[in-house]
């Protein structure tokens, strides 16, 4: 039995409000009509087919009731409001590859001045602008300098090399989202036949796999001062720039910065379907929109994306200042709910965290039976690594599904042997 969020939400009375999807009134609405019926279909996992049906260290995982759940998966599972609809059906539109649609070139040039760079250019996915950055820096045959978690080298298929003949020093990334700039510096290549070149940095603000910290700009500066020193560039994935910005309490112009280029997801918790925006220099833009074309994403009438990332947009501060918040009261409420004799198998971490609460098992708990537990009660969570599970606030989860949450978290620990 399925019914999509989607088509169940457009069956109720229409509303131009992007928040109408998140008051509690009508998600309780929502979900109370549906649960209804999903509690006697609850499914119990059968304890055998526990380990195969878990990823191990995916970083996806499908469920066959997704929109019935509250889902923590990633800030990606959110489904366009209803005034992102609406603003689909009335955007003007044109032929993007002839630069003929006004809403996508009114959403680039709005970027260009928010992240103040020259250009910007507007993206089917945050890999599409990575990936387009990279080959518009580098030279077949030169080499880049990643960070061995960085999404970019972990979860893009090292399509740098793949596509772009271009290779990567991988370093060590620290539980803060950073490489220490000395192995930066130790990685850069001598000018000397037998080696690349190196041509660029990567870095990633906030860090995804460091479970969503924000680099702070002295580092941000101490990157830029090291680059110029040899001549490289430096290239951010700001897939979560806002969640940055917000957490240091700093504009995203001044994050930019300090980085040659930038991309940022409208699709993360910004809300929108889909899109990414990529930012540099006006040469460096044209360079990305040519290859944009040799990779097939040049689209046509994208400005019906344009408009809900427009929205998106519109709404950002108060969409990420509402993650961190229940991000905060998550992780708080799980470690105060963790009784004395369970807290060092089972533990949130609470320390300058954005909208991800990562949660550490071990001993006597494991990832598998914690996300298993909470998919029981229609509640998802992503088992990040063999020790850690993701938890990602997002603007489809509301403050009564985080009562609900911690709620089934205490029943959880009460049914831990001790
Ligand atoms: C999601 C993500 C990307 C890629 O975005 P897609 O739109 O999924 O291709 C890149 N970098 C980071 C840090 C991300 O979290």
């Given at each position: 039995?399925?019914?999509?969020?989607?088509?169940?939400?457009?069956?109720?009375?229409?509303?131009?409000?992007?928040?109408?999807?998140?008051s509690?009134?009508?998600?309780?609405?929502?979900?109370?009509?549906?649960?209804?019926?999903?509690?006697?279909?609850?499914?119990?996992?059968?304890?055998?087919?526990?380990?195969?049906?878990?990823?191990?260290?995916?970083?996806?995982?499908?469920?066959?009731?997704?929109?019935?759940?509250?889902?923590?998966?990633?800030?990606?599972?959110t489904?366009?409001?209803?005034?992102?609809k609406?603003?689909m059906?009335?955007?003007?539109?044109?032929?993007?590859?002839?630069?003929?649609?006004?809403?996508?070139?009114?959403?680039?040039?709005?970027?260009?001045?928010?992240?103040?760079?020259?250009a910007?250019?507007?993206?089917?996915?945050?890999?599409?602008?990575?990936?387009?950055?990279v080959?518009?820096?580098?030279?077949?045959?030169?080499?880049?300098?990643?960070?061995?978690?960085?999404?970019?080298?972990?979860?893009?298929?090292?399509?740098?090399?793949?596509?772009?003949?271009?290779?990567?020093?991988?370093?060590?990334?620290?539980?803060?989202?950073?490489?220490?700039?000395?192995?930066?510096?130790?990685?850069?290549?001598?000018?000397d036949?037998?080696?690349?070149?190196?041509?660029?940095?990567?870095?990633?603000?906030?860090?995804?796999?460091?479970?969503?910290?924000?680099?702070?700009?002295?580092?941000?500066?101490?990157?830029?001062?090291?680059?110029?020193?040899?001549?490289?560039?430096?290239?951010?994935?700001?897939?979560?720039?806002?969640?940055?910005?917000?957490?240091?309490?700093v504009?995203?112009?001044?994050?930019?910065?300090?980085?040659?280029?930038?991309?940022?997801?409208?699709?993360?918790?910004?809300?929108?379907?889909?899109?990414?925006?990529?930012?540099?220099?006006?040469?460096?833009?044209?360079?990305?929109?040519?290859?944009?074309?040799?990779?097939?994403?040049?689209?046509?009438?994208?400005?019906?994306?344009?408009?809900?990332?427009?929205?998106?947009?519109?709404?950002?501060?108060?969409?990420?200042?509402r993650?961190?918040?229940?991000?905060?009261?998550?992780?708080?409420?799980i470690?105060?709910?963790?009784?004395?004799?369970?807290?060092s198998?089972?533990?949130?971490?609470?320390?300058?965290?954005?909208?991800?609460?990562?949660?550490?098992?071990?001993?006597?708990?494991?990832?598998?039976?914690?996300?298993?537990?909470?998919?029981?009660?229609?509640?998802?969570?992503?088992?990040?690594?063999?020790?850690?599970?993701?938890?990602?606030?997002?603007?489809?989860?509301?403050?009564?599904?985080?009562?609900?949450?911690?709620?089934?978290?205490?029943?959880?620990?009460d049914?831990?042997?001790?």
């Open positions: 039995m399925h019914i999509s969020r989607c088509r169940f939400l457009s069956s109720l009375p229409s509303t131009s409000s992007f928040c109408s999807f998140r509690p009134q009508r998600r309780h609405f929502f979900r109370s009509a549906k649960c209804q019926f999903t509690r006697s279909l609850h499914w119990k996992m059968p304890a055998h087919q526990e380990e195969t049906l878990l990823p191990e260290t995916g970083y996806s995982t499908k469920v066959d009731n997704a929109s019935q759940c509250i889902d923590l998966r990633s800030d990606t599972v489904l366009p409001s209803a005034e992102m609406k603003a059906v009335e955007a003007i539109l044109g032929d993007d590859v002839f630069g003929e649609d006004p809403t996508v070139n009114q959403l680039e040039k709005r970027c260009a001045a928010l992240f103040g760079k020259e910007a250019l507007f993206v089917l996915s945050g890999t599409m602008g990575n990936l387009l950055a080959l518009s820096h580098c030279q077949r045959g030169d080499e880049l300098i990643v960070g061995r978690h960085n999404h970019i080298h972990k979860w893009e298929q090292g399509n740098y090399a793949q596509l772009g003949g271009i290779s990567a020093t991988t370093l060590k990334v620290n539980p803060d989202g950073t490489m220490d700039p000395n192995d930066i510096e130790d990685a850069i290549r001598a000018n036949q037998h080696m690349p070149r190196t041509a660029l940095v990567c870095i990633e603000n906030t860090h995804n796999f460091a479970g969503g910290k924000a680099l702070s700009t002295d580092y941000l500066k101490s990157v830029r001062k090291l680059a110029d020193k040899h001549k490289l560039k430096v290239h951010m994935d700001g897939a979560r720039i806002y969640n940055a910005a917000i957490a240091l309490n504009d995203v112009s001044e994050i930019c910065s300090y980085v040659d280029s930038m991309m940022m997801c409208f699709s993360k918790g910004l809300g929108a379907p889909m899109g990414s925006i990529l930012v540099g220099t006006r040469q460096f833009i044209d360079e990305a929109r040519k290859k944009r074309k040799a990779v097939g994403g040049g689209w046509r009438q994208a400005g019906i994306l344009a408009a809900c990332a427009n929205l998106a947009l519109d709404r950002a501060v108060e969409t990420i200042e993650d961190h918040r229940h991000a905060k009261l998550l992780a708080k409420g470690n105060e709910r963790t009784p004395e004799a369970l807290k198998s089972i533990h949130a971490d609470e320390k300058d965290i954005t909208n991800m609460v990562l949660v550490t098992c071990k001993d006597k708990v494991t990832t598998s039976q914690v996300v298993a537990f909470f998919q029981s009660h229609s509640i998802l969570f992503m088992a990040f690594d063999s020790s850690r599970i993701r938890i990602v606030l997002n603007w489809g989860v509301c403050e009564n599904d985080l009562h609900k949450i911690l709620d089934i978290y205490q029943t959880f620990v049914s831990i042997k001790i």
